[in-house]
Nanobody
Framework: QVQLVESGGGLVQAGGSLRLSCAASGRTFSSYAVGWFRQAPGKEREFVAAIAWSGSSTSYADSVKGRFTISRDNAKRTVYLQMNSLKPEDTAVYYC???????????????????WGQGTQVTVSS
């Protein structure tokens, strides 16, 4: 089993940047694909970005392409989400999720992930 803890959320002005971290503990992290999802108030949770176990493949939602970058450091058992040019519509609780899967490309749907963190709030003011 894997435990996931997100950090790095906060309040930022539009156009600013934040870097979220997803720290994992438990079993071998290097075999896990990791995804970031977000849920805004009154909306369903949606896919943001994902990275394969090896880091060789990534996927992004169209709404964040060119602004967000997902990366991982398996030695540190951590996945990062660098968020630039933030917009008010990026405001949400951001969750990381993991699944033990060595397959490309990484999944973009919630049901493809087995383990979830508790979430971190990101608020972008206009």
């Amino acid at each position: 089993q894997v435990q996931l803890v997100e950090s790095g959320g906060g309040l930022v002005q539009a156009g600013g940047s934040l870097r979220l971290s997803c720290a994992a503990s438990g079993r071998t992290f290097s075999s896990y694909a990791v995804g970031w999802f977000r849920q805004a108030p009154g909306k369903e949770r949606e896919f943001v970005a994902a990275i394969a176990w090896s880091g060789s493949s990534t996927s992004y939602a169209d709404s964040v392409k060119g602004r967000f970058t997902i990366s991982r450091d398996n030695a540190k058992r951590t996945v990062y989400l660098q968020m630039n040019s933030l917009k008010p519509e990026d405001t949400a609780v951001y969750y990381c999720a993991a699944v033990e899967r060595r397959r490309l490309p990484p999944g973009t749907r919630e049901y493809e992930y087995d383990y979830w963190g508790q979430g971190t709030q990101v608020t972008v003011s206009s």
